[in-house]
Nanobody, 119 residues
Framework: VQLQAFGGGLVQPGGYLTLSCAASGGTATLNAVGWYRQAPGRQRELVAAISRLGSTKYADFVQGRFAISRDNARKTVYLRLGSLKPEDTAVYYC??????????????WGQGTLVTVSS
């Protein structure tokens, strides 16, 4: 299964953006998916994860600003980013994985999408 992230762009502080993660090929069922981000000079970090049945997990820095959701029929997972801050600027990636309270991503990373928060 290949996952690809879409929807990044330039947004002003306080604005919002919705990212999409679409699956192509492979399984008929999309399992757990996690959204990650990597800012320049920093390590990749988990932003949010969602299980196949809809259980969710968020990083502490999200603080209620982001929402992860999924459409199993479309094999697509969304990440709505709100109240964006300049420090949210990063390349955002999605990945399949195992979710048992903690999310464990697969070793294969697709192309991310750049989110830039700036006035």
């Amino acid at each position: 299964v290949q996952l690809q992230a879409f929807g990044g762009g330039l947004v002003q502080p306080g604005g919002y953006l919705t990212l999409s993660c679409a699956a192509s090929g492979g399984t008929a069922t999309l399992n757990a998916v996690g959204w990650y981000r990597q800012a320049p000079g920093r390590q990749r970090e988990l932003v949010a994860a969602i299980s196949r049945l809809g259980s969710t997990k968020y990083a502490d820095f999200v603080q209620g600003r982001f929402a992860i959701s999924r459409d199993n029929a479309r094999k697509t997972v969304y990440l709505r980013l709100g109240s964006l801050k300049p420090e949210d600027t990063a390349v955002y990636y999605c990945n399949i994985g195992q979710f048992t309270g903690t999310f464990y991503p697969s070793s294969s990373w697709g192309q991310g999408t750049l989110v830039t928060v700036s006035s």
